[in-house]
């Protein structure tokens, strides 16, 4: 050594040009702006006698005397609440048995249902309902077949019940996950200890494993309740036939038909929607308990003793193989089909009435194609934003100082608990409200763009959170250490290694965006359409042909992205949805 | 070299005092040793003079510089308190070679490439891991991460080494080189270094002075000797190695201190450099008691006293004794077996430290 360190002094690190607390503070005052921004117009929109644009209004309870007063409304009530029960009733306990059966099971193949058990909530929701209506609907090409034909009897989709199905076979998924995540994270010496007392596997199941998995349920079932009292595709397509109304079709169609534009009892029903949504994701919070909620790790996997199946090995693989098929393949299929042809019906085999005149409809009619333009541009641009952007507010929450960090987690989870119509009202009213800025977003697809980014953003902070959780603190105080601000410390340390959670993001937003469209139902403008919405028209003024092209366009879109997706960075398919 | 000043700091967890009333001085070259159970306070005091807590009350100076005052409302950010610091699990940033690693405080300080390449590789060879440049984290060994941990912290030369039990994830082996060869490059770098441990022998073989925490409070600072052989209180005693602990009552004699032994006849007297009088609590280390066969009778006098074996354990280098003189049972080291169910005791009046 012909020097120590300390002959050596180096000049101090200067401090950087942004500090770390205008970064912040700017961070967080965009999620409270994009967040609680919509909702404050909502409310106020919902206590004045007259849209928020006519002047000299003033403020008044009538259009909640107006809404509470109309039995109606009462009665989308009673049947968006009966819906919702059921689906989750359904929703769950299939959650819950598949994740039984591929987790502590040896169930055939249980590894490739693990995974194809997802696709449901992947696929565009609106599309697969298209495609139930295709083939199972009144008058739907299963529907026809079994009944007209060889007189078997069939569900009915356009009841309550068979409503509830279709939604449960969408929302199975999120309870598949949450219980999956919490067997795969319970500690298994439980249920060994049980054998070794000498407990029959079937008894440790049902004594031991389905008690375990309680707070799971109660997990999943709060959520998958508040996401189906949001639906809207499902009582638009199939109630409006049976006449059963939503509380969400209730507002779609008093908003639509209304005698006087934009009325305030809306609102008012939006707001108490979006008082509902709170207080269930308030009571989720409660019982998750605030940092359970994203245990990712932790408990020994591995050597978990499988309970033998035997001889329903084979005939349990092929009943879940089944209902695979029936929910997620046939109404693909349907779908795929009825693009190609003039009129789906078992009468006449399809090939005798093949036709791409729907095809062509995308690429001539101008509306078809600019929904495919805006969809995309809108994906590609607002996954990359809100990716960015809360990558940045996850750090803020997780890895830094900042005096209000701890309200972003709940913020950034709102928008998950609130109904997309909501989300699309309370838009519509600040950009009515926020003078030439509201006006650019109304007339550009920038304003749908940022409706999509804000109900989808809870996603991207579910997929980084918990990769953000397992990546050591010290890593980073190390770099403070070494003289490196909190923003130098976050961009060349933590965010190289959130990577991987940043490309799932990525991948997540851009299906779930481009696939989205109820917040965009109140804000779409000739010029401004979605694939979505201009679906939901479409379908509604009786457009099957090109609306099941347009819908195989988003299924075609989702499963290469994924396939992209899965394919360069291993995403276990669904990311994180899991935490939901 | 510049001391550090801590002085008086409280923090508080919630219902929990993680400090209360820290202060301590560490003398410029000096390698200095917070050890203390998990819980202690012991790290919470790191991190306050690393800057990544901080406490309600207290000041923290590293030389002329003050980094902290509660009072006077500084705070210096962690990263411009020009400090190196070894984490516990090293943290090593995975995405980076070696030299990535060791180049990053020099480039956030704005060398010129060559001057870093320059600074870089001296300091590789000094924790001689300079053929290791190229590699990643994750195809190194843990010892060998640990040295690419100090290499970066002394990289951009810091005024001062905070060391947070960097051998806790060491296996023993590796543990002691590791131990003799810090020390030894501390020594030579004359580096004023702050060590948090909760190992006793590491504590004791390496630092030039050690702070004896407990519940958030310092309980004795000294040299390892003395922590050791004159411990502040019972906690010390009993945290610091081994120790037979006897209550009693202490009387001024002619002879010293002696004290009247609780529940049994015996005395024993005390080499106790503050006197001590009323009921007291006196340590011996297991090692300080000698034994003598029974029938060796030049052995008497002051603290000799009978004793029955009850069990005699060989752990290698030494007998363990579990011998009861009446009602006082000792633990006692031995080099050497001493026949006979019935022997003699010895305990050095020296060897005796009232801690209560």
């Known amino acids: ?580 | 070299m510049p001391e550090i000043h801590v002085q008086n700091l409280v923090k508080q967890f919630g219902e929990q005092r993680a400090l209360d009333d820290v202060s301590f001085t560490v003398a410029e070259g000096e390698l200095f040793t917070l050890l203390g159970p998990s819980g202690c306070g012991k790290s919470t005091t790191l991190m306050s003079i690393a800057g990544f807590q901080h406490p309600e009350a207290g000041r923290i100076a590293v030389g002329s510089e003050t980094f902290f005052d509660a009072a006077g409302r500084v705070a210096v950010p962690a990263e411009q308190r020009n400090l190196g610091i070894v984490f516990q699990s090293y943290a090593v940033w995975p995405h980076m070679t070696v030299f990535e690693n060791l180049a990053f405080p020099l480039k956030v300080r704005k060398l010129r490439k060559g001057a870093i390449r320059t600074r870089v590789l001296e300091v590789l060879e000094l924790v001689e891991m300079t053929p290791y440049e190229k590699r990643y984290p994750h195809q190194l060994s843990g010892g060998q991460q640990q040295r690419v941990a100090l290499a970066r912290a002394l990289v951009y030369s810091p005024s001062v080494l905070l060391l947070d039990e960097p051998f806790s994830n060491l296996d023993a082996k590796l543990r002691e080189r590791a131990r003799a060869w810090v020390k030894e490059l501390q020594h030579r770098l004359g580096l004023t270094t702050i060590f948090v441990t909760h190992d006793q022998d590491e504590a004791l073989s390496m630092s030039d002075r050690v702070a004896v925490m407990s519940a958030g409070e310092v309980q004795q600072i000294a040299t390892p000797e003395e922590v050791y052989r004159r411990p502040a209180n019972r906690f010390v005693a009993e945290f610091v190695g081994r120790v037979n602990l006897i209550q009693g009552v202490a009387a001024r004699t002619a002879g010293g201190v002696v004290v009247d032994i609780a529940g049994s006849p015996l005395r024993l007297t005390v080499d106790t450099p503050n006197g001590a009088s009323g009921p007291v609590t006196v340590a011996i280390r297991p090692e300080a008691v000698t034994l003598t066969p029974f029938e060796d009778t030049t052995v008497n006098g002051t603290n000799t006293w009978e004793a029955d074996v009850g069990t005699v354990a060989f752990l290698g280098d030494h007998y363990e004794y579990e011998v009861s003189a009446g009602q006082i049972h000792l633990t006692v080291q031995s080099s050497r077996l001493v026949p006979g169910d019935r022997i003699r005791v010895h305990i050095p009046p020296g060897a005796c430290a009232v801690v209560e």
């Open chain 1, 1 to 580: 050594m012909t020097t120590t360190p300390y002959e050596l002094t180096y000049p101090r690190p200067r401090r950087s040009l942004i500090p770390a607390w205008a970064l912040q503070w700017a961070t967080w005052l965009l999620v409270v702006t994009v967040i609680v921004g919509p909702f404050i117009p909502l409310v106020y929109a919902s206590i004045r006698d007259r849209p928020l644009y006519e002047a000299g209004g003033v403020l008044t309870l009538q259009p909640y005397r107006e809404i509470f007063g109309d039995s109606a409304f009462w009665h989308a009530w009673g049947n968006t609440l009966v819906f919702a029960a059921l689906t989750t009733v359904i929703a769950v306990i299939g959650g819950a048995l598949v994740a039984i059966l591929c987790t502590r099971t040896d169930l055939a193949g249980r590894k490739a249902f693990g995974r194809m058990i997802l696709l449901p909530i992947l696929l565009p929701s609106l599309g697969m309902v298209l495609g139930w209506i295709v083939v199972w609907g009144p008058g739907g090409y299963l529907t026809s077949m079994f009944s007209d034909r060889l007189h078997l009897p069939t569900l009915a989709i356009d009841t309550i019940p068979g409503m509830a199905l279709v939604e449960a076979s969408r929302l199975l998924p999120i309870a598949f996950l949450t219980c999956q995540a919490a067997l795969s994270r319970a500690d298994s010496s439980l249920e060994d200890a049980a054998r070794s007392a000498g407990a029959r596997p079937l008894r440790v199941l049902f004594n031991i494993t389905i008690p375990m998995l309680r707070p799971a349920l109660l997990n999943a079932a709060t959520l998958i309740f508040t996401l189906s009292i949001a639906a809207l595709g499902i009582p638009l397509l199939l109630g409006t036939s049976n006449n059963i109304i939503f509380v969400s079709s209730y507002l779609y169609n008093t908003w639509t038909n209304a005698s006087t534009p934009d009325p305030g009892s809306v609102s008012a029903g939006a707001v108490m929607m979006l008082v509902v949504a709170t207080l269930l994701l308030l009571l989720r919070n409660r019982l998750l308990g605030a940092e359970a909620r994203f245990v990712s790790v932790g408990g020994k996997s591995g050597r978990q003793a499988l309970l033998r199946l035997r001889r329903w090995r084979w005939p349990l693989a092929g009943l879940l193989f089944t209902y695979l098929v029936f929910t997620t393949l046939v109404p693909v299929l349907g779908l795929a089909t009825m693009s190609f042809v003039v009129v789906l019906t078992p009468l006449v085999p399809p090939w005798e009435l093949l036709t791409s005149s729907h095809w062509n409809v995308l690429w001539e009619d101008d509306a078809f194609r600019r929904s495919i333009q805006n969809s995309a541009i809108i994906a590609v641009v607002g996954a990359v934003a809100t990716t960015a952007f809360v990558a940045l507010a996850t750090l803020v929450a997780h890895r830094s100082g900042f005096r209000f960090r701890r309200t972003l987690p709940f913020l950034m989870l709102y928008p998950r608990a609130t109904p997309g119509i909501i989300i699309g009202i309370g838009f519509f009213w600040a950009y009515l409200l926020t003078g030439a800025f509201g006006d650019a977003m109304r007339d550009s697809i920038w304003g749908i763009m940022l409706a999509f980014c804000v109900r989808n953003l809870p996603l991207a902070y579910i997929v980084m959170y918990p990769t953000l959780a397992r990546i050591g603190e010290e890593l980073d105080r190390a770099g403070r250490a070494a003289g490196a601000g909190w923003w130098r410390t976050s961009r060349t340390i933590v965010l190289p290694l959130l990577k991987p959670a940043i490309f799932a993001s990525f991948i997540l937003l851009f299906v779930e965006i481009i696939n989205d469209y109820d917040p965009a139902v109140f804000l779409v403008k000739p010029g401004t359409e979605v694939m979505g919405a201009t679906m939901l028209a479409q379908f509604i003024q009786g457009t099957v042909g090109p609306v099941s092209a347009l819908a195989m366009v988003q299924v075609l879109i989702t499963v290469v992205v994924l396939a992209i997706g899965a394919k360069i960075f291993k995403i276990g398919v669904a990311g994180g949805e899991h935490g939901a």
